[in-house]
């Protein structure tokens, strides 16, 4: 482990895509792997139209340039296939479409999703999105599809048992040498945990991973894991398959 310093569709498990020129039908599991703990939608928010603007204001998270990094880091090439898990309003799919890359966005708010399409219909069939009630533990697509699966300000909104499962599941949809990136607020351990809740207690109801464990999930998994540090307690985990 290596550490571092600083086209819109909305369907159901039928859905399919052809960005490759073929078309791909997706698994469903069926949505009972595992019991959700919490339901994070934001569609319930009154903010949720100011969700973007929110978010680069909180100049801890520093959001533009994580995303950015997490485009970056990632090594993609032209014409890569990315899935964006917890795509939101479509702020990193965006980053990766400027890198020339092909992308399908699942995120469980529909809310969410329409101002993804308002805002990046200008890509057109190179990014697809899709309306998936658990994103991370039912990826509607076949084994091996995607080179790159993705994810920012996210993964906490699921508990530790949870993100190994996800992480078996964002696995099982990578081609071979493929990777997962995850941008996120995250904690060295607990001490870092207990100080950073001090500071902003806003955190607190939230399932943060912990940097002395989350990148060891990864590498029981057959990854390889580089790990980057954007913020006070914001950190990128890119994580290749050997």
Known sequence: MEVRDRGVLYQTSTFKIDLHGHEIYPRFLGGNMVEQEKKWTFDEYAWLENYDERMRNTKRLRYDETLSEVAR??????????????????????????????????????KMLKIAERKVVEWGERFQIQLCENPFLDIPFPDQTFDVAASTYTIHHITD??????????????????????????????ADKARALAEYPDLEDEYQPMLDAFPIMFENEGFTVVIKQMADTVWIVCAKLR
């Open 73 to 110: 880091i990632t090594s993609v090439k032209k014409g890569d296939l990315v899935l964006d898990i917890g795509t939101g309003t479509g702020n990193l799919a965006v980053k990766f479409l400027e890198k020339g890359c092909q992308v399908v966005g699942l995120d469980p708010s529909a």
């Open 161 to 190: 048992d949870t993100k190994r499962l996800s992480i078996k599941e964002m696995k099982r949809v990578l081609k071979p040498n493929g990777r997962i990136i995850i941008g996120d607020v995250m904690f060295k351990d607990a």
